[in-house]
């Protein structure tokens, strides 16, 4: 499971739990190019960063975030567990200056649900910041410093060709201790880790915590290929195995953030599944690993279904460019600009077919709509029905049934018990539930009755059992 700084989920996966990062630190001195330009500096045998981190530190920032805890609930219910309310806690990530005006790159989870974000830069000024645009899906935020100067910045590189054994080093703020560097290796290219449905991350060895979050990857050259975001640990620490989200989709979400607060993504409409070797065999589809994406499920009204896609259909390719799977297939259509005629390589009954789709926009981050969900206010969370749209949307398993948790309170007990918007909640203690009156009507019983809530939770197609402890619980 992966978990974005600085909560910490008590959910695990496989036996590690999957922590987010956050850390960096800015600087303020005029230049008027990138500070990671081209260099003439000779690469030796053995690593020596020292001249690089130099020349790129003063553009790396430290991200502080404030929040205040809400009040009691009409039912005097606590909304932020063991915080009292109108207290302000604070948090701290990292980020970077990718322009000479104060444009801040960072992550989403390193901002979300803040009240007031400053950042501190290498020689030491605190400038607040304005959130100029978030978007969740790739986990990536924009902010704008004002300087009296200009600011010294990094460029991000076009594409990312970093291969495995590569030298890499991370900058941040781990622990809020400051800028701090940290070197290693790329370990893997395309890690699915479970955070999104277009995750492509660069995976590395170079040791990053709590507080990297939002920093920058350098490769050798001084290049930015990425921005630091996640751990797989079992303790919470490094151990050797970090992700970084790849500076192409870096630099087109803060592109479209930067313009208009929000990145507008292609929207298809179907659900679709991974073909393993005995759907290729049944299907025959010959080699599983070039096969595409398998339909499971095409949403009602959508693009898919005006253009005739069905449930069986093999997506192979869209616009000449190979499908190798679901993942594959999301990012393709999601880079693709809404009212794009997009043209599919389809299998249909062992015919090869060619489909255009006019795609439409992909719909809204929010999971539901406020008055379409249910909030829980005894544990802190919204609950919504699950349905076509948000199946085909979130990619759910056509047999998945019961509710989907369309919004989490920040410093709730479902928070602090590591639930996050999408879980669906199969069901309450050892009852299934298929509606969110339902849902809410159980957790409501539990917290009247102060027990802790056991919620039977299905995510990354893993299901398992998560206790919340409720306020009035013990």
Same mark, same amino acid.
Not at 113 to 140: N, Y
Not at 329 to 346: C, I, M, N, Y
């Given at each position: 499971?992966?978990?974005?700084?600085?909560?910490?989920?008590?959910?695990?996966?496989?036996?590690?739990?999957?922590?987010?990062?956050?850390?960096?630190?800015?600087?303020?001195?005029?230049?008027?190019?990138?500070?990671?330009?081209?260099?003439?500096?000779?690469?030796?045998?053995?690593?020596?960063?020292?001249?690089?981190?130099?020349?790129?530190?003063?553009?790396?920032?430290?991200?502080?975030?404030?929040?205040?805890?809400?009040?009691?609930?009409?039912?005097?219910?606590?909304?932020?567990?063991?915080?009292?309310?109108?207290?302000?806690?604070?948090?701290?990530?990292?980020?970077?200056?990718?322009?000479?005006?104060?444009?801040?790159?960072?992550?989403?989870?390193?901002?979300?649900?803040?009240?007031?974000?400053?950042?501190?830069?290498?020689?030491?000024?605190?400038?607040?910041?304005?959130?100029?645009?978030?978007?969740?899906?790739?986990?990536?935020?924009?902010?704008?410093?004002?300087?009296?100067?200009?600011?010294?910045?990094?460029?991000?590189?076009?594409?990312?060709?970093?291969?495995?054994?590569?030298?890499?080093?991370?900058?941040?703020?781990?622990?809020?201790?400051?800028?701090?560097?940290?070197?290693?290796?790329?370990?893997?290219?395309?890690?699915?880790?479970?955070?999104?449905?277009?995750?492509?991350?660069?995976?590395?060895?170079?040791?990053?915590?709590?507080?990297?979050?939002?920093?920058?990857?350098?490769?050798?050259?001084?290049?930015?290929?990425?921005?630091?975001?996640?751990?797989?640990?079992?303790?919470?620490?490094?151990?050797?195995?970090?992700?970084?989200?790849?500076?192409?989709?870096?630099?087109?979400?803060?592109?479209?953030?930067?313009?208009?607060?929000?990145?507008?993504?292609?929207?298809?409409?179907?659900?679709?599944?991974?073909?393993?070797?005995?759907?290729?065999?049944?299907?025959?589809?010959?080699?599983?690993?070039?096969?595409?994406?398998?339909?499971?499920?095409?949403?009602?009204?959508?693009?898919?279904?005006?253009?005739?896609? &069905? @449930?069986?259909?093999?997506?192979?390719? *869209?616009?000449?460019?190979? =499908?190798? %799977?679901? +993942? #594959?297939?999301?990012? /393709? $259509?999601?880079?693709?600009?809404?009212?794009?005629?997009?043209?599919?390589?389809?299998?249909?009954?062992?015919?090869?077919?060619?489909?255009?789709?006019?795609?439409?926009?992909?719909?809204?981050?929010?999971?539901?709509?406020?008055?379409?969900?249910?909030?829980?206010?005894?544990?802190?969370?919204?609950?919504?029905?699950?349905?076509?749209?948000?199946?085909?949307?979130?990619?759910?398993?056509?047999?998945?049934?019961?509710?989907?948790?369309?919004?989490?309170?920040?410093?709730?007990?479902?928070?602090?018990?590591?639930?996050?918007?999408?879980?669906?909640?199969?069901?309450?203690?050892?009852?299934?539930?298929?509606?969110?009156?339902?849902?809410?009507?159980?957790?409501? &019983? @539990?917290?009247?009755?102060?027990?802790? *809530?056991?919620?039977?939770? =299905?995510? %990354?197609? +893993? #299901?398992?059992?998560? /206790? $919340?402890?409720?306020?009035?619980?013990?």
């Amino acid at each position: 499971m992966t978990i974005y700084a600085p909560s910490i989920s008590r959910l695990a996966r496989a036996g590690l739990v999957a922590a987010l990062l956050a850390s960096s630190a800015l600087v303020g001195i005029g230049h008027a190019a990138p500070v990671n330009g081209p260099t003439t500096a000779q690469v030796s045998t053995v690593p020596d960063f020292a001249d690089l981190v130099a020349r790129v530190k003063p553009a790396v920032v430290s991200v502080t975030t404030k929040m205040t805890a809400k009040p009691a609930s009409d039912d005097g219910t606590p909304m932020m567990q063991g915080r009292r309310p109108g207290r302000v806690s604070e948090a701290r990530g990292s980020g970077f200056i990718v322009s000479a005006d104060g444009i801040v790159v960072t992550n989403n989870h390193v901002v979300a649900d803040a009240q007031s974000v400053s950042v501190t830069l290498d020689d030491g000024r605190e400038l607040t910041a304005k959130v100029l645009g978030r978007d969740a899906r790739s986990d990536i935020a924009v902010l704008k410093i004002d300087s009296k100067t200009d600011l010294p910045y990094l460029a991000l590189a076009e594409t990312v060709t970093a291969r495995p054994g590569e030298w890499v080093l991370a900058l941040g703020n781990p622990f809020g201790l400051g800028g701090t560097v940290t070197a290693g290796i790329v370990s893997a290219r395309g890690r699915n880790i479970g955070a999104g449905p277009y995750d492509d991350f660069i995976q590395v060895d170079a040791p990053i915590n709590h507080g990297n979050s939002g920093g920058p990857l350098f490769n050798q050259a001084g290049q930015v290929i990425g921005v630091n975001t996640a751990i797989l640990s079992p303790s919470g620490g490094s151990i050797g195995i970090g992700f970084a989200i790849p500076s192409d989709m870096v630099k087109k979400v803060v592109a479209e953030l930067q313009s208009s607060g929000h990145v507008t993504r292609g929207y298809l409409g179907v659900e679709t599944q991974q073909i393993d070797r005995g759907l290729a065999a049944a299907l025959h589809l010959g080699n599983v690993e070039t096969a595409g994406a398998l339909v499971a499920a095409v949403a009602p009204d959508s693009p898919a279904a005006k253009a005739g896609l &069905q @449930a069986g259909d093999v997506l192979r390719a *869209v616009d000449g460019h190979k =499908l190798a %799977d679901p +993942r #594959a297939l999301a990012r /393709a $259509v999601a880079d693709l600009r809404p009212g794009t005629d997009a043209k599919f390589d389809v299998l249909r009954d062992g015919e090869a077919k060619s489909i255009t789709v006019a795609l439409a926009a992909m719909p809204s981050d929010r999971t539901a709509d406020a008055g379409a969900a249910d909030k829980q206010d005894g544990i802190g969370v919204a609950l919504a029905p699950i349905t076509p749209q948000l199946r085909a949307q979130m990619d759910l398993p056509a047999s998945a049934k019961g509710v989907i948790i369309a919004g989490i309170e920040p410093g709730s007990p479902a928070e602090q018990a590591g639930l996050k918007e999408g879980d669906i909640i199969l069901g309450v203690g050892s009852r299934a539930v298929t509606t969110p009156a339902e849902a809410a009507g159980r957790i409501r &019983q @539990a917290v009247k009755a102060g027990e802790n *809530v056991a919620l039977r939770v =299905l995510r %990354d197609g +893993r #299901a398992g059992y998560v /206790a $919340v402890e409720t306020p009035s619980a013990g």
